[in-house]
Structures are given as C-alpha cells and as structure tokens.
C-alpha cells in the first residue's frame, strides 16, 4: 500500500462529510481525483481509460451521475471563506450571437 498524497488526503476529508456518496463512488473520485492533474494530453474519456485504472466506460458512466460539486466546492473552500460570500458563474457555453441571442428578434 502506498503513502496517500496530499491530494488524496483532502479529497477523502472532503467526500467522508457529503452526503450520498456510496463506497464505490468515493473511491472512484478519490482515483479521479489524483489522475486528473498528472494526465498527459487531452482530458477526455479515451485517455482516462488508457492512462486510469477503470475502462472508458467507468468514466463515461460515472461522469453521467450528478454530483453536488456546490457541496464538495463549500467543504474545500470553507476553512479559508469569511462570513460573506459571492457565487458566480461562467456562462460562456451558452450561444450569445445571432438568432440564439435572448430577446433580440426580426422586427
């Protein structure tokens, strides 16, 4: 067995206190978790498979599942928030231009 990264000592602490998280799901994001930031080329489920542990569909399957990311961002950054807080969001997928715009049409 070997010695538990830093990472993986964060990650557990912060999936042992959500709720909902089946033995098997923590385990897969503790892996995920470590695997993600040592990856060589793109992040995507084929590179997963051949540089992970689990086959490319364990991946595709599990990133299917919802997931309280807000959960498991409040448990990670809560030691170092004050009282006050902002959430924000990125909607940069969203299409801005064009017929897709919101509230512009033909007149």
């Given amino acids: 067995m070997t010695c538990p990264t830093k990472i993986e000592i964060l ?3 912060i999936l042992q206190k959500l709720p909902g998280i089946s033995a098997w799901r923590y385990r897969f994001l503790l892996h995920l978790f470590v695997l993600w930031p040592s990856m060589i080329g793109r992040r995507n489920f084929v590179n997963l498979g051949r540089q992970g542990e689990y086959s490319e569909f364990t991946y595709r399957k599990h990133f299917g599942k919802r997931m309280d990311w807000l959960g498991f961002n409040r448990e990670l950054s809560e030691p170092f928030l004050g009282p006050n807080r902002i959430i924000a ?19």
């Fill in 11 to 13: 990650v557990a602490s």
């Fill in 89 to 107: 969001l990125d909607p940069s997928y969203l299409s801005k231009s064009g017929k897709h715009t919101a509230g512009v049409g033909y007149f």
